[in-house]
Nanobody
Framework: QVQLVESGGGLVQAGGSLRLSCAASGRTFSSIVMGWFRQAPGKEREFVAAISWKGGSTRYADSVKGRFTIARDSAKNTVYLAMNSLKPEDTAVYYC???????????????????WGQGTQVTVSS
C-alpha cells in the first residue's frame, strides 16, 4: 500500500506562486510515475503534470506549460509542483497520484494511477 500526503496549497493572488509537495510512503520506489491532477468545482478531474522516477521524463498539460514545473527528490520519495504566474482558472483541488506500472513516459490518463492523495486546495484570486 502507498500513502501520499500533499501540502503547500493555499490562497494566492493572480500572478503569484505556490509550491505543492507530495510525500510518498509505504513501499520502495524504484521505477514509478508520480503525477498531479486537479479538479475544479463542477468540472472533471484533469491532468496537470507527471514525472517518471527512473528517467525523469516529464509531461505537462498545455494549460500549464511554461508556468508549472514538476520535480522529484528520490531520496525523500517526494514530488514537487512549482506553480508560477497563477491564474484564477488554476483554482482547484490538486491531487497527487502514483502509477506503479509505468517506467519511462508518464501517462496523462488518470485510470493508470492507482494511488491518490487526499488533495490540497489551491485558490487564485483575481
Amino acid at each position: 500500500q502507498v500513502q501520499l500526503v500533499e501540502s503547500g496549497g493555499g490562497l494566492v493572488q493572480a500572478g503569484g506562486s505556490l509550491r505543492l509537495s507530495c510525500a510518498a510512503s509505504g513501499r520502495t520506489f524504484s521505477s514509478i510515475v508520480m503525477g498531479w491532477f486537479r479538479q475544479a468545482p463542477g468540472k472533471e478531474r484533469e491532468f496537470v503534470a507527471a514525472i517518471s522516477w527512473k528517467g525523469g521524463s516529464t509531461r505537462y498539460a498545455d494549460s500549464v506549460k511554461g508556468r508549472f514545473t514538476i520535480a522529484r527528490d528520490s531520496a525523500k520519495n517526494t514530488v514537487y509542483l512549482a506553480m508560477n504566474s497563477l491564474k484564477p482558472e488554476d483554482t482547484a483541488v490538486y491531487y497527487c497520484a502514483v502509477d506503479p506500472k509505468t517506467i519511462w513516459y508518464p501517462p496523462i490518463d488518470s485510470s493508470g494511477y492507482d494511488y491518490w492523495g487526499q488533495g490540497t486546495q489551491v485558490t487564485v484570486s483575481s
